[in-house]
Each structure stands twice: as C-alpha cells, then as structure tokens.
C-alpha cells in the first residue's frame, strides 16, 4: 500500500512587496539613543479605553443586580445561555470530566501541580520573631485569606495550566474557599482538562462564566455566590480593566495584558532555537503580544529572521502569529555591546526574559526588571509555562519595573506582632511623647504615659 502524501502546510499570505510577513520581521540597531522602531515596540498601552468603557458600564449593573446581570452578559458577550440552576459547574460534571481525560493527561496535570506546590511550600514566609532587648519580643504571622478567586482564560484556547498556576498557590496557603471563573460558550461546556486541573488545584466552586461578568461575580457576588476577598489570574484586555475597576471592593493581584518574551543572545545562541521561544509567545492570539530578540550579533539576527519564515508556516497557529507580526509585535533589535543589550531589555521590562548568552548566569544580577528569567539555552519559556514550579502569573507590558509575579505569599494575609514589658514601653515612651506633640495628638501621647502614673 502506498503511503499517504502528507498535506502541505498552506502558503502564507504574501505582503505588498510580494514577501511572507515573517520576512518582513524588522532588523533594528540600537544604542542607547532614540530610534523610531524600537521606541515604538517599547510602548505598549496599560489599559484599552474601549476595555475601559465597557466594564465601567457593565460592572454596576452586576454589582446592582448580581447573578441576573451576569447571566445576561453571558448570553450577549459568550452567546452561553445560562441558568442560576446551571451558572456553577456540579460534582457529577467535574466526576464526567475526570473520565474523559486520558491517563497520560492526568499525570501530566498531577506532576505540575507537584512541582508548583513544592515550589510554593519552599518559598512561603514563615512567622517569626525577634526579641525587643527590654523581655519582649517583635515579629510577624501570616495566616490565609478566607476565600479568594482564581480566573481561568478558556476563549482562545483553554489554559489548564493557568488552573494549576494560579489555584495551587491558594491551595498550598490553606485558602478554604477558592472560586474559579471560566467561559463555558454556547455549548455551556466547560473543557474537562480545565476542570480536572482545577478540582486538583482545589478549586471548591467552578462558575462557567468569563470577561468582565466573571470578575463582577466574584467581587461583588450575588443571591447565591458570596464575594471574594481577593481576584487573581490573568486575562484580555476586558479582564484586565475590570480587575482594575473592582479593585478596593476586593483585592487583586496584579494588572496583566498581552503576554511577551524578550531574549537576549550572543552569537553563540541557536538561531532555530531563538525562533522557535519567540514564537511560543507570538502564538497566543490576541494580535498584542510582543517578541523582542536582543543581539549583539547583527548574523544572529538575520538567521533568527531566516527560521522565522522556515517554522512559522509549520505551526496550526501561523495566522495568528502573523497578525502579531503585521502590528509589530516582533522586533529583532541589535546592539554594538553587551552592555546596551542589558539597557534595553532592561528598559523593555519583559514578562519572560531568556538569557541565551555565552555565560548567562553572570547576566542575571544585572537584570532588574522581568516577571521571570530563564537562564541559559535548556531553559525555554514554556518551561516555566507548564512545569517548572514558579506561577506563570507575570506582569505584562512594563509593569515588571513594579509588580512581581504571583507567588502563594499573595493569598495570605500579614499581621505584625508586638509583644511589650513595661521596660520596653519605658524606654520607647520618650519617642510616643515626642511624636505627640510634635503632630498635636495628645491622647496618643497620654496613652503611653498613664501606664506610669502613680
């Protein structure tokens, strides 16, 4: 029997100049000073006015209204026509979920939740105390938010791995309510990948509802779902704006948009495999997300270009990471030393930066501003995607200058503890006496005094 010809991958749409969009992917030199097409792949927009807009319209509505609201944004954004009765995934569909995922699957779902709680164990904060030299003592506990709520993207592909990143953390901190909120579409199906990850990450309530409406839910609740504490998870532009929206009602964890890649290499970088992590980002879909390559080797550069046009056609997501190309969502930018390389990443502040340099561990002091660094040529991005242990929860478009990824720490709450004698308030009382008077609050004053009057 002859075999079957294997199907071509289908040409790529071709430029006005006649070329594939990969080959038209911008080679730019950069040292330091302005340079129009690197100054513009560097800005990117915190917030959408048009995200903006919408949850501000939406969000009352929910808080006014509760599930009704949300229901009824359900039907009109995600075409999902849902029922209080059928809002919240039940036992018997998490139990039919777990049956339809394959053996191999679920072990690949339990290891990463074992390496992302063993991660998470090894970096808790731990109480501890230090004593006042007077018989007291000083320190700190830290003790678990009550109920927190984990969002799971599931519109342009279904994040399982989000589920494990985000609801572990909350799991590992002894969180004894963790509610998750994910788009379900007009099947009302939720993927049952994305539900097993979630009942092992320990998700104790699963809503089939996404956007904006998902994040009003759960910060302000309803007749049968009680508010959050706090709202964590990542998100598109509609997401993002109403965690921003929402936030003083409930905590959040952190604003986060597109995602991106930045990788600095030398000429002794593998040009495929350079490509191939540029890529792993350029493939989530939103047109948004940014790849940067930063070299000091002007030939690194244009064979990375060269396996841009080789394996971009060989990927089911081709289209999409074209569209990031045709928005400018991928730049190759060349320096003349290592030392500019490290300013503009720098200045970029990635999500993820990859360091494929000759000795990369030496680099990673210098690196001040990135969600997660990924150190040397066996350490690609996706590791830290789905295996590795860290959340891939990062900050996105240059908030990594501020904000740092998610970590269990950011489902506990910290109380410090202080433990006087009366030796240590003796010696302390001069500054409270001191600092009353000076900001005229004389009962602050008096109420260390009169513990020492006859």
Not at 298 to 320: G, H, K, T, W
Request: glycine share 8%.
């Amino acid at each position: 029997m002859r075999p079957k010809r294997q199907k071509r991958p289908s040409k790529p749409p071709r430029t006005a100049s006649g070329s594939a969009p990969e080959a038209r992917v911008p080679i730019a030199r950069w040292s330091s000073r302005p340079t129009p097409v690197v100054d513009a792949f560097l800005q990117r927009p915190t917030f959408d006015p048009a995200a903006e807009a919408a949850a501000a319209a939406l969000l009352p509505d929910i808080r006014a209204r509760g599930e009704r609201a949300v229901l009824d944004a359900a039907q009109r954004f995600d075409g999902a026509r849902l029922t209080p009765a059928t809002l919240r995934v039940t036992p018997a569909e998490l139990d039919a979920a777990a049956r339809q995922v394959s053996p191999a699957i679920r072990r690949a779902v339990a290891a990463a939740h074992r390496r992302v709680m063993a991660f998470a164990r090894a970096g808790m904060r731990r109480n501890w105390r230090m004593p006042t030299g007077h018989g007291g003592s000083l320190g700190e506990q830290f003790t678990p938010l009550d109920r927190v709520g984990v969002y799971v993207p599931g519109g342009a592909a279904p994040l399982a791995s989000t589920a494990v990143m985000t609801a572990t953390l909350a799991q590992t901190a002894g969180v004894a309510e963790i509610v998750a909120c994910t788009p379900c579409g007009p099947s009302r199906q939720v993927n049952p990948t994305l539900l097993y990850a979630l009942r092992l990450a320990g998700a104790t309530e699963i809503y089939k509802v996404g956007g904006i409406q998902a994040i009003g839910l759960m910060a302000f609740g309803g007749r049968t779902v009680k508010p959050v504490q706090k709202i964590v998870g990542p998100g598109n532009a509609y997401v993002t704006a109403a965690k921003r929206q929402v936030f003083g009602y409930v905590a959040i964890d952190q604003v986060a948009g597109p995602s991106e890649i930045a990788v600095l290499a030398d000429a002794t970088a593998n040009p495929a495999w350079v490509a191939a992590d540029l890529l792993s980002q350029a493939e989530h879909g939103s047109g948004h997300e940014r790849a940067l390559l930063v070299t000091t080797s002007a030939a690194l550069a244009q064979a990375v270009r060269r396996e841009l046009v080789r394996q971009i056609p060989l990927l089911s997501r081709a289209d999409l990471v074209r569209r990031v190309i045709a928005k400018g969502g991928l730049l190759l930018a060349v320096t003349s030393t290592l030392d500019a390389a490290v300013d503009l990443v720098n200045r970029f502040a990635p999500e993820h930066l990859e360091l494929l340099v000759r000795q990369p561990r030496r680099l990673v002091p210098r690196m001040r501003a990135a969600g997660a660094i990924f150190v040397g040529g066996w350490t690609p991005e996706p590791a830290g995607d789905f295996a590795a242990g860290p959340s891939h929860v990062l900050p996105t478009g240059g908030a990594a200058r501020m904000f740092s990824g998610l970590t269990v720490d950011d489902f506990r709450r910290r109380s410090s503890v202080i433990a006087y004698t009366r030796r240590d308030l003796a010696a302390a009382l001069p500054i409270i006496k001191t600092f009353g008077a000076v900001e005229g609050l004389d009962a602050h004053a008096r109420s260390g005094t009169i513990r020492f009057e006859p």
